[in-house]
């Protein structure tokens, strides 16, 4: 089974405020930011987080866009809910509820390398791969499919450097707080469906057109 632990922990405060941007004015450069940290409405049941990919995973951030594009997370549950540590979905075992004592162990038939990104770290809404243990799997490959959404930085910050943080969660964090708060039998499963019914690409906005000088005016 692909688990992440939980344990308590404390931290002082990190990084620095994002600089700010002019909104109305979108460049060429910030489309491109765009495309290289594409950005995906992961549409439940219980509402809609929107993720941004990092650009500097860029194994984990195409594999993700490749899955998106085949549908595989469509109809996929949230398998694995634990309030105040994390939520955890992308397993394709989870469509099938004759399948449950197999929920967490599935997924496509590779892993993807780690990508361990110093300046990324557990935070709320972080979105990271789940994986198999260390004694299976010393070199803490992801898992080819399942990822896990952060509840509580607090609880998760003894897991910086050990999975791969390849997003964040930009709009919808609330949802994380109603998921997280679903009841949950013994092994952590909801009782009540959670489930991811679309993962749809947010396009960039088209670049303004240009303004076009009055080439005919005269004085």
């Not at 941004?52 to 549908?71: A, G, I, M, Q």
């Not at 770290?121 to 299976?136: E, I, N, V």
Request: aromatic share 8%.
């Amino acid at each position: 089974m692909l688990l992440a632990f939980a344990s308590c922990g404390q931290h002082g405060r990190r990084g620095a405020a994002d600089a700010q941007t002019d909104s109305t004015s979108i460049t060429d450069s910030m489309v491109n930011k765009l495309i290289e940290e594409p950005e995906f409405d992961i549409i439940t049941n219980m509402g809609t987080m929107r993720v941004k990919l990092y650009s500097k995973t860029p194994k984990h951030r195409d594999n993700f866009v490749k899955l998106v594009k085949e549908r595989y997370y469509d109809g996929i549950r949230f398998h694995r809910v634990i309030e105040g540590f994390m939520i955890q979905a992308g397993d394709p075992f989870s469509r099938d509820t004759a399948k449950i004592d197999m929920w967490g162990q599935g997924g496509p038939d590779y892993t993807v390398p780690a990508e361990f990104v110093n300046e990324y770290w557990h935070k709320k809404g972080a979105l990271a791969a789940a994986r198999k243990g260390d004694m299976a799997n010393p070199k803490k490959a992801s898992s080819g499919s399942q990822f896990y959404i952060v509840h509580d930085e607090n609880a998760c910050l003894h897991l910086d450097g050990q999975y791969t943080i390849f997003g964040e969660v930009i709009e919808g964090l609330n949802v994380i707080d109603r998921i997280a708060r679903v009841d949950v039998d013994r092994y952590d499963r909801p009782m009540e469906d959670v489930i991811i019914t679309a993962v749809k690409a947010v396009e960039p906005e088209p670049l303004p057109e240009p303004v076009k000088s009055d080439s005919t005016k005269t004085e």
